[in-house]
């Protein structure tokens, strides 16, 4: 399995950008997919997550109502739209790939999931 990442870049506070994350190699008819974010000096943490299995779609609080995840099947990409952006919310973001399905509690576990793509830089700033 291979995550390519990209859309990140510097925006303004209340901004908006839209993250991809194209996924190949995947023979598996149930998995699950997720954003994660890493902040300079802090943990990684999950960001959303979309599970196959039922198309359940989970969020960190701190992300609720700003951020929605979405995958397009036929170009093989996961999203994340992001709005309201703010300063809090600059890091690198991540892509991670799990191998059957997640339950709801450990969705935002990172090591639940098998298979990472790059980072991809997300500046909110003035």
């Known amino acids: 399995v291979q995550l390519q990442a990209s859309g990140g870049g510097l925006v303004q506070p209340g901004g908006s950008l839209r993250l991809s994350c194209v996924v190949s190699?995947?023979?598996?008819?149930?998995?699950?997919i997720a954003w994660f974010r890493q902040a300079p000096g802090k943990q990684r943490e999950g960001v959303s997550c979309l599970r196959t299995t039922d198309g359940s779609t989970y969020y960190a609080d701190s992300v609720k109502d700003r951020f929605t995840i979405s995958r397009d099947n036929r170009k093989n990409t996961l999203y994340l739209q992001m709005n309201s952006l703010k300063p809090q919310d600059t890091a690198a973001y991540y892509c991670?790939?799990?191998?059957?399905?997640?339950?709801?509690?450990?969705?935002?576990?990172?090591?639940?999931?098998?298979?990472w793509g790059q980072g991809t830089q997300v500046t909110v700033s003035s």
């Open positions: 190699g995947f023979p598996w008819d149930y998995y699950a």
């Open positions: 991670a790939f799990r191998i059957g399905a997640i339950t709801k509690p450990r969705w935002d576990w990172v090591h639940e999931y098998d298979y």
